[in-house]
Every structure is written in C-alpha cells, then in structure tokens.
C-alpha cells in the first residue's frame, strides 16, 4: 500500500519540480545557411528574371510586384518584341514579386549588376555585360524619366549600340511609368557617347 502512494506522491513532486524550473528563451536568431543571392523573394541581389508573364492578383500589394527587365533577341527580327539593333528585338523579363518604394532605382540596379553575357539559358543578350555602370540618380518630369548613371559604358560594336540604349531606355520608362526615359552616363546623354564610337 505504502508503495502504491509513494509512486504517485512521487510523480506528483516531480511534475511540480518540472512545473518550476525556469524555462529557456525560445531560439530567436535569424536562420543562416548558404543561400544565393536571388533564390528567395526577401534575399537581395541579382536574381536572374524570367520571360514569364509578370505574377499578378491576389496576394500581392501594390508596391509587391515584379521589375521589368530588358534583354536582346539576337537575329529575331521583330518576331518577339520590338525589333532593335541589327535584326534583333527587345524582350521584357520578369524578376520574382520585389517589394520597393523606389521601383525605378531598384530596376536599373538589377539590370545593372548583371555580367553575364547571356540571361540564364534564354539565349537572350546581354548588351550591358562588359559595362561597368552604376545608378546614381534619377528624376521623372512630365512623361520623362531621366536616369543618372557613373562608370565604364563598353559596346560591342555598331550593333550593341541600339541594342545598350533599348535595354536601360525601356527598362527605365517602364519601371518609372513614363513613355520616353533619357540616360545619362557620367553626366552624358547615352546616345552621344555611343554614336560618338
């Protein structure tokens, strides 16, 4: 009998002891891990844009919205978007849904900061590549977005010429929302420096 109530009483002192012992702070620190830049929606950096049709409905806030990105169909013709260049048409792409206050800045950046040469495994170019620009300024009066850029402006020749002017041109009105954009490069307008080549 005694044995059968000392179990008991004993569980009983122990679920009290467990009941007051102090309790650790839940693990509040950010996860880490080997993440590259671009996978998630939250990480920053240059996530390589998609030519799917930009992500639209329900879910998404006004400012929560793909960037439009411009890159180079060589030797299309105008059979996928405007043509440009020698042949060649321009061709809009789209990152995953970007949350900013300053979708102009945010655009260029992106378009900016990337090297490659072609766009994943699209096959579209990449007329910036060997460039080595970066934003600065930008400014939007009446239907004119006039973007500032700083840096090493290199064209691949008589057909890269169109082909840079179309992809920061396009890329800035459509983030800025206005018919017609005007590039700077170090204080220069971009079609002076390239037609001075």
């Known amino acids: 009998m005694k044995l059968n109530l000392a179990v008991p009483a004993a569980g009983a002192a122990l679920l009290l002891m467990a009941g007051c012992a102090p309790l650790e702070p839940p693990d509040t620190s950010p996860a880490t891990g080997n993440q590259e830049p671009g996978n998630t929606v939250t990480t920053p950096g240059p996530a390589a844009p998609t030519t799917a049709s930009p992500p639209s409905g329900s879910g998404e806030t006004a400012s929560a919205s793909a960037l439009t990105l411009y890159y180079i169909a060589v030797d299309d013709a105008g059979a996928s978007g405007e043509t440009v260049g020698c042949g060649d048409s ?3 792409t789209y990152t995953e849904p970007v949350d900013s206050p300053d979708r102009l800045r945010d655009a ?14 699209s096959g579209l170019y990449n007329s910036l590549y060997q460039s080595d620009l ?13 973007v500032e850029l700083d840096g090493r402006l290199v064209s691949g020749g008589t057909c890269d010429d169109p082909r840079i002017e179309a992809q920061l041109e396009q890329t800035a009105a459509t983030a800025a929302g206005t018919s017609e954009a005007v590039v700077l490069v170090n204080g220069e307008r971009l079609e002076e420096l390239l037609g001075g080549k």
């Open 90 to 92: 321009l061709i809009a």
């Open 108 to 121: 260029m950046e992106r378009l900016l900061a990337d090297k490659g040469q072609f766009l994943g495994e």
């Open 134 to 146: 970066s934003f600065t300024a930008a400014s939007i009066e009446a239907d004119t977005a006039t």
